[in-house]
């Protein structure tokens, strides 16, 4: 039963390891810049058209709840440090669980907000597309003529990037 769940994992890396490729594929040529002062007005420009306190509140929430979970972890991480064999072992595992749930819940947080304003890009469309054209150095047209699939993954890494949480906890 364990060569199965070792197969089962390393099946399920490959699939990830391809997934990753598609999408590095589908993102070719367009590279996403540091956000800058000047970006954070047209984020703010987007925040009051969506009024998107809910989300922002989503955000803190689950930074705070991401913080002690990480405490909780380096916890772990010193009392593993003092332990042997299993014991060490047990704590190293939990350990990975957490950091695994962390990680699942930016995920999370990253898609939700993701799908949020590609489900009000009506609302938001010039200054959405304004914003990625600038980051990216494309033009609003190349922007708005972008495959459907790669304009999602360009939100979505806009969402993801450590300089917008950064915002998004100063701003709210």
């Not at 459907?148 to 701003?171: C, G, H, N, Q, R």
């Amino acid at each position: 039963m364990t060569e199965t769940t070792d197969e089962q994992k390393k099946l399920l890396e490959i699939k990830q390891a391809e997934k990753k490729t598609k999408i590095k594929e589908r993102l070719f040529g367009y590279t996403m810049r540091e956000l800058t002062a000047n970006d954070v007005f047209k984020i703010v420009d987007i925040i009051n058209i969506l009024n998107v306190a809910e989300l922002a509140t989503d955000f803190l929430k689950q930074k705070d709840a991401a913080k002690i979970q990480t405490q909780k972890a380096q916890g772990l991480a010193l009392v593993a440090g003092k332990k042997t064999g299993a014991e060490q072992e047990s704590l190293t595992e939990q350990i990975k669980a957490i950091q695994e749930d962390i990680s699942s819940q930016s995920f999370e947080y990253v898609s939700k907000a993701a799908k949020f304003v590609l489900t009000h890009s009506n609302e938001i469309k010039v200054e959405l597309n304004s914003l990625l054209a600038d980051l990216t150095g494309k033009t609003v047209e190349e922007i708005g003529q972008t495959n459907i699939v790669t304009y999602s993954l360009l939100v979505k890494d806009f969402f993801a990037k450590p300089e917008l949480k950064e915002v998004f906890e100063l701003l709210f």
